[in-house]
């Protein structure tokens, strides 16, 4: 599938699974057409991967070209005059929807977007009579003392043409609760304007024109949804990749960003960073000194300098939140409730607790205030009620935050926290066996992996070597410098769930695509399934539109007789060399 909109994540092959929520919110968009979709709010700490996922929803929805039109804007977390993002919201609207309307992308791409009579000449060029008017209405409203109409009615503008030109509006709106914090009535930002996220009261029930927004900061989105919005959204709370998806993100990563990693670490990685994507990220990008995630000591080293430096990004990312709680709740009083909660953040504790633990001299009244606050700020949960609580079920955080305030701990030893880590590591080793209950589908997967590792960095490199690493290849055949390599699943918009597990893909059309299956487990390759395979790559080859190619079969068990009559009878190539198989060489920085 093409990228229309730029996606922030970079490289498109970073995105990895969410699977889950692809699939939801996919029947959610195509629920829009019915006008049966309700708005709904994605709710998660930052780094978690709700951009991604916003983008490659409209990039989906912008492909698939079915009546139901994507527009994404994100609000800025700079302050900014409500004229300004009038404007800038209006224009971005008009672009992506003349873009989705006649086809031509270079509308997304817009970086200055010019002025209202920009948009309405584009819109008068382009046979869009309706925009036009209304952007001539935009322009007669502009001006600092009319900002408040033109907000009601820019805000209103989705639903409006949705409904003249008898279609359907998804609007993306990223980092909806910078709308209370950061917009002002006036151009020198004085005068904020606190209740923005409430205008939308009537505009989030439109079915025609439904909000997907999301927030970062989740206790201050919640709160202003569940006040100003009462009823309107329905909440979305991001979770951490499952088992599978972390593993496939951590082989990913690792082949994408040229760190190895070694097939005993890659579960037990999972395991640590407890599916969250921004720790596999950190980990893999981490500035830590001689950075190694092929061994368990180098594994260890680097998630605690994550944890402790200064330089971790882990740990810069959690201070962002905690910084804003202790400015906010009196920062001697809010360390000492966050870190009793650290501590005891296997339960619920009540403010009836905190007070006599802590001696927090303050009555129940100012001690839920100041709760509030620190729950806004992402850094403990609310529990049960309004009266109790809990730590942030996270075993990093705690870490991060008993290092930054290690002087107001009695006897803390940052060194301790590296013990931690590996006692929590020689747990998840033990259940580990759960992890690798089906041990044959994990190895096939590291197999991928490392298959893959070799067709991207050595295969056009070596021909030679790795001609002779196969079977029944055609006698034109070469090992090509792929475009992209990785394994296939089918795009949610095809509806159809192929799985292939590797593709190579020719940059150049006169070479061939490579189209693999991998075994790695004690039994041999059957008939049966390289039947199965051929099917699955022919689906494959018509969905995609691969032209020249080759099928490859690797199983290090082998294959029956009969295996390999049918394979050479149907051009399949095959293998079983080790040197597949070989893992990637260690590197430091």
Not at 89 to 100: G, N, P, R, S
Not at 336 to 364: A, P, Q, S
Not at 489 to 507: G, T
Request: aromatic share 12%; charged share 30%.
């Amino acid at each position: 599938m093409r990228t229309y909109l730029k996606e922030r994540i970079g490289n498109p092959e970073l995105f990895t699974g969410r699977r889950r929520e692809l699939t939801y919110f996919l029947n959610w968009i195509e629920r829009i057409r019915r006008e049966i979709s309700m708005s709904t709010a994605i709710l998660s700490r930052r780094k978690t991967g709700k951009t991604a996922i916003l983008q490659r929803l409209f990039n989906i929805t912008f492909h698939r070209d079915a009546g139901i039109v994507p527009f994404y804007f994100e609000i800025r977390e700079a302050d900014q005059w409500l004229g300004d993002l009038c404007e800038e919201f209006f224009l971005t609207f008009v672009y992506h929807f003349i873009a989705f309307g006649t086809r031509k992308t270079e509308y997304l791409e817009f970086v200055d977007m010019g002025t209202f009579r920009d948009a309405a000449a584009v819109a008068r060029r382009e046979g869009f009579e309706y925009l036009e008017r209304l952007t001539e209405r935009a322009i007669s409203l502009s001006g600092e003392g009319k900002t408040d109409r033109l907000w009601n009615m820019v805000r209103e503008t989705p639903r409006a043409v949705a409904g003249h030109y008898d279609l359907r509006v998804l609007q993306i709106i990223d980092e909806f609760q910078f709308l209370n914090r950061h917009i002002y009535r006036d151009k020198t930002c004085k005068d904020r304007i606190a209740n923005l996220a409430g205008s939308h009261l009537h505009t989030a029930e439109h079915k025609n024109s439904p909000l997907l927004v999301s927030g970062s900061w989740v206790g201050w989105l919640a709160d202003d949804l569940r006040s100003m919005l009462p009823g309107r959204f329905q909440f979305h709370y991001l979770e951490g990749l499952p088992d599978d998806e972390t593993i496939e993100m951590i082989l990913r990563y690792s082949l994408l960003e040229g760190v190895p990693v070694s097939e005993g670490i890659v579960p037990l990685m999972a395991g640590l960073t407890e599916g969250n994507p921004f720790y596999v990220t950190a980990l893999f990008r981490s500035k830590c000194p001689g950075r190694d995630l092929t061994s368990e000591r180098g594994l260890l080293e680097t998630l605690a300098f994550e944890t402790l430096q200064n330089e971790g990004t882990i740990r810069g990312v959690w201070m962002e939140y905690a910084g804003y709680a202790m400015r906010k709740a009196n920062s001697r009083n809010a360390k000492k409730i966050v870190l009793h909660l650290c501590r005891h953040r296997e339960r619920e504790v009540t403010r009836e607790e905190l007070g006599r633990e802590l001696n927090l001299e303050m009555d129940d009244s100012e001690l839920e205030g100041r709760l509030e606050v620190i729950v806004k700020a992402d850094i403990i949960e609310q529990g049960r009620s309004n009266f109790y609580y809990r730590g942030v079920r996270d075993n990093i955080f705690d870490k991060v935050f008993r290092g930054v305030y290690a002087d107001e701990i009695e006897g803390f030893d940052p060194r301790e926290v590296t013990d931690e880590y590996k006692v929590l590591y020689e747990r998840l080793k033990k259940e580990n066996r759960r992890l690798m209950g089906e041990y044959s589908q994990y190895r096939g997967k590291f197999a991928e992996y490392l298959i893959i590792d070799k067709l991207r960095l050595h295969a056009y490199r070596k021909n030679r070597v790795f001609l002779g690493m196969a079977e029944n290849l055609p006698a034109d055949f070469r090992f090509a410098e792929y475009e992209r390599v990785w394994y296939y699943s089918a795009s949610p918009i095809h509806k159809k769930d192929i799985q292939i597990d590797i593709l190579a893909v020719a940059a150049d059309p006169d070479d061939h695509s490579l189209i693999g299956e991998v075994k790695n487990r004690k039994s041999k390759f059957s008939v049966s399934e390289a039947r199965d395979f051929a099917k699955k790559a022919e689906e494959l080859k018509k969905l995609e539109g691969i032209g020249k190619s080759v099928l490859f079969v690797f199983s290090v068990s082998g294959f029956y007789k009969n295996t390999l009559a049918h394979l050479k009878k149907h051009g399949i190539a095959w293998s079983s060399d080790p040197r597949w198989l070989k893992a990637p060489k260690k590197v430091t920085i």
